[in-house]
């Protein structure tokens, strides 16, 4: 989808549009923004930024608050979109998905129609726009889909495939972050084809497993299959303050607050888990985590409580302001697909 949040807003505001706007906290509480409409973008605001710093980007930003209610119920109704052409679609989040369409439910033989008809009825039943990509592979097609946003459809054919890719920036490619592109600047690799030219050996030594990927998307190899029912792989809360905080006290009180909201999800996904990771930022932006993993999964509050607690109290504050607390509970095990399963030794 284009601009998601910010593009509902706009749909359902009218005055909103064509205005810059952002969705997220308010700068009076430090907030952050989630989603940053095109209009917004074009001052060089973009999602994760604080909203204090957007603001002075753009004197005259509207900030609108989160409403993932709805955002959430018009992600379903594109879902329903989707289950018209295939049930082999993954969501990545709720304004994003992979759709396998080898064998379609109408038999259409050409991926690049599904595409364009998805788009129409998309637009029809939403008024909202999205853009596509169509391609041979994940990571391929998810390339195509940014190539020309908003409202644009990319193809990406396997004959050109590795031309695509050698043309690429690094830093535009899915699953390298800004940390992974500066040490790839610092060796020199600044495109997909300074990526290929650098041996499987020598991506692996710099990166570790990760290498492997690497090696392969510079060739325009990807073999991830799309996953209809992906596990989640972590569950999280977390709450800014509107001030720092800086006594203890108060930060274990804060933690049993998010604690429960976080208990709350787990039971919504019906999950448990083993490892629990305490998120704080400070006052000058610094982040840091710390993680303990138990023995045994649990959605256990107390167990949660007393973790994320103990992991606070092993944290040296150094008298610095806490301006973010959040709790995560991953290596999760699904409650209704946990039982252990004895196959029979012999017939």
Known sequence: MDAFYASVEQRDNPSYKGKPLVVGGSPEQRGVVAAASYEARAYGIHSAMSSRVALKKCPSLITVSPRFEVYRAISSQIQAIFKRYTD????????????????????????????????????????????????VNKFLAKMASGKNKPNGLTVILPEDAEAFVEALPIEKFHGIGEVTAAKMHQLGIRTGTDLKLR?????????????????????????????????????????????????????????EQIAQTLQQR??????????????????????????????????????????VKELLLGIELSKRGVRLLGISLSNLDNETQSQIVQLALFD
């Open 88 to 135: 082999v679609f993954e969501p990545v989040a709720l304004d994003e998905a992979y759709l396998d369409v080898t064998e379609n439910k109408q038999n259409i033989p050409y991926a690049s129609t599904i595409a364009k008809l998805i788009r129409a009825d998309i637009k029809a039943e939403t008024n909202l726009t999205a853009s596509a990509g169509v391609s």
């Open 199 to 255: 041996s499987l050996e020598e991506l692996l030594r710099n990166f570790g497993k990760v290498g492997q990927y690497y090696y392969k998307i510079a060739r325009g190899l990807d073999d991830r299959l799309v996953e209809p029912n992906r596990i989640r792989k972590s569950i999280g809360a977390e709450t800014s303050f509107a001030q720092d905080l800086s006594e203890i006290s108060v930060m274990l009180s804060q933690l």
């Open 266 to 307: 787990i039971e919504q996904n019906q999950a448990l888990g083993r490892t629990i990771t305490l998120k704080v930022k400070f006052s000058d932006y610094q982040q840091i985590t710390r993680s303990k993993t138990l023995l045994f999964a649990t959605n256990d509050l107390s167990i949660i409580i007393a973790t």
